[in-house]
């Protein structure tokens, strides 16, 4: 071989040489590249979580509730799906559902606690459930109550409750409107769940909503009362309510403040407290009906999950 040619032989050698490290490094660059989409591509899911009921009609509103919202939220492509869980009582509770999330392969999932203000299910049991918090006391008791606590893959993210906003005024003074027929001579009586733990709150949610209610509809006179473990389930305190506004007032309208209906507490508890009041018939107005449906909590449910895609995306494209 001359010189000549084995100088060319070393120079088209260097050349493959260099040509298998530049598909090397090109490779390398771009698996690195799709790891690092993957990395940052998000599946985000909601979950609709309320109180959970043995009552069918209860259950049927809160999944209806997910039926009327769920076009809509996922309209933008921004969030790929939806489920409603029941805390206790009944399936799906919250496990089952973060569980089906998880084998979905969700990153993320916003949870819409449907309450109406804090309570321990709130801030306690469900951070608890899905393990965000470590209460053992919360735990305990879920353990007694046999709720299962699952912490999934995804990331979580609670969302506030129903009381941030004015939804509720809005609601029961719509409600109260149509039972109305002479504000001069009316009360309004809210019966609610009730929470001892957070009383002061509670009390303080009501009193709010009673003087909106009263300033936006012309009467003068509220009072309110519990119909849930607070009271231990007695229709009595319902009375008690009703005939407090009477003392003043020659009508009172009753208004259950509760998020679904339920036969136990619409019918049973606030619906037999009233029929004890004297001459209930000519002196209290009573529907027994409920929070939902509520056009204006749908939309605050697409709002308030949109508010969190937006600021999950936003965490995403700023890393």
């Known amino acids: 071989m001359t010189i000549k040619s084995l100088k060319s032989l070393v120079v088209l050698v260097a050349l493959s040489f260099s040509a298998v490290i530049f598909s090397a490094c090109g490779s390398k660059e771009e698996s690195s590249t799709t790891e690092s989409t993957a990395t940052v591509e998000k599946k ?5 979580v309320n109180h959970g009921s043995r009552s069918e009609t209860w259950r049927k509103a809160l999944m209806s509730m997910e039926d009327g919202v769920k076009e809509r939220i996922l309209a933008d492509g921004k969030i790929k799906g939806t489920k409603t869980a029941h805390m206790e009582y009944t399936e799906p509770s919250i496990a089952t559902r973060l569980k089906e999330f998880d084998a979905e392969g969700y990153t993320d999932i916003i949870i819409v606690p449907m309450f109406l203000t804090v309570s321990p299910h709130t801030f306690d049991d469900i951070p608890t459930i899905i393990g965000q918090k470590e209460d053992p006391q919360s735990k305990e008791m879920l353990k007694i109550e046999k709720i299962e606590c699952y912490t999934p893959k995804a990331k979580t993210y609670i969302t506030p409750n129903l009381d941030f906003t004015d939804i509720l005024k809005k609601n029961v003074l719509r409600r109260v409107k149509d039972l109305s027929k002479d504000p001069a001579n009316e009360g309004i009586v809210l019966i609610g769940y009730g929470d001892e733990t957070y009383d002061k709150e509670w009390s303080e949610l009501f009193d709010k909503v009673g003087e909106y209610v009263k300033n936006e509809a012309g009467i003068s ?10 009271v231990h389930y007695n229709s009595d305190k319902t009375t008690e309510a009703v005939n407090k506004v009477l003392e ?36 209290v107005a009573y529907r027994p009906d409920a929070i939902l449906p509520d056009k204006n909590i749908d939309q605050w449910v697409i709002d ?3 508010e969190y895609v937006n600021k999950i995306n936003t965490t995403v494209a700023t890393k």
């Open 44 to 48: 985000v899911g909601v979950l609709l």
């Open 221 to 230: 006179e509220h009072s309110y009362g519990w119909c849930g473990h607070i």
């Open 248 to 283: 003043k007032k020659s009508k009172a309208i009753v208004i259950p403040v509760l998020v679904a209906h339920d036969e136990e507490f619409q019918i049973n508890i606030i619906g037999g407290g009233v029929n004890k009041v004297k001459n209930s018939k000519d002196r």
């Open 304 to 306: 308030i999950t949109n």
